[in-house]
Antibody, heavy 117, light 109 residues
Framework: EVQLVESGGGLVLPGGSLRLSCAAS????????MSWVRQTPGKGLEWVAH????????YYVDSVKGRFTISRDNADNSLYLQMNSLTAEDTAVYYC??????????WGQGTLVTVSS | DIQMTQSPSTLSASVGDRVTITCRAS??????LAWYQQKPGKAPKLLIY???ILETGVPSRFSGSASGTEFTLTITSLQPDDFATYYC???????????FGPGTKVDIQ
């Protein structure tokens, strides 16, 4: 059974940093592109970033470019999202999601990131 | 940039109804269009990918179709488990990026 389990969310001050992790199991991580997707009540679902199988290609939504970094450790079956210079607009539930045929076929349960003073 | 719209934003229906949700793009899209179902407090669940291919394990009462810039999700006979919010999602091939529609909430009439 495919499982994706996010961790690392929490309350952070504006301008602060947070690192999200996603532990993958039940499939061969290095065979798949992986992604982070976030959701807010106001903006709905938003793709944040994705990374190819060996980590050599990374793509980001414009609003996080230069602030967020997606990475992966296939040997450790893990996906990461380093988030710097956080603002209130980054407050959301962050999902780790597996990509297949350009759709997100498996999702984690999500981790809540709250940026507030 | 491609804008995705969904209609209606809310839909009230009864068990057994045929339900149709439409996703439109501001310009012509490839068929890299997917549909998701989301229930409160849960992650989205993939229903359909590449516009019309049913994800494994999804009931056959769900179907998807495409015509130009319009994509449709149809539920042929609404079941109690189907009351949820539905999102479309497009993959933009010429610049690797994804966009989601704003969602359609299907609630009980």
């Amino acid at each position: 059974e495919v499982q994706l389990v996010e961790s690392g969310g929490g309350l952070v001050l504006p301008g602060g940093s947070l690192r999200l992790s996603c532990a993958a199991s039940g499939f061969t991580l290095n065979s798949y592109l992986m992604s982070w997707v976030r959701q807010t009540p106001g903006k709905g679902l938003e793709w944040v970033a994705h990374i190819n199988q060996d980590g050599s290609e990374k793509y980001y939504v414009d609003s996080v470019k230069g602030r967020f970094t997606i990475s992966r450790d296939n040997a450790d079956n893990s996906l990461y999202l380093q988030m710097n210079s956080l603002t209130a607009e980054d407050t959301a539930v962050y999902y780790c999601a597996r990509l297949a045929i350009w759709s997100f076929d498996n999702w984690g349960q999500g981790t809540l990131v709250t940026v507030s003073s | 940039d491609i804008q995705m719209t969904q209609s209606p934003s809310t839909l009230s229906a009864s068990v057994g109804d045929r339900v149709t949700i439409t996703c439109r793009a501001s310009q012509s899209l490839s068929n890299w269009l997917a549909w998701y179902q989301q229930k409160p407090g849960k992650a989205p669940k993939l229903l359909i990918y590449k516009a019309s291919i049913l994800e494994t394990g999804v009931p056959s009462r769900f179907s998807g179709s495409a015509s130009g810039t319009e994509f449709t999700l149809t539920i042929t006979s609404l079941q109690p488990d189907d009351f949820a919010t539905y999102y479309c999602q497009h993959y933009k091939t010429y610049f690797p990026a994804f966009s989601f529609g704003p969602g359609t909430k299907v609630d009980i009439q």
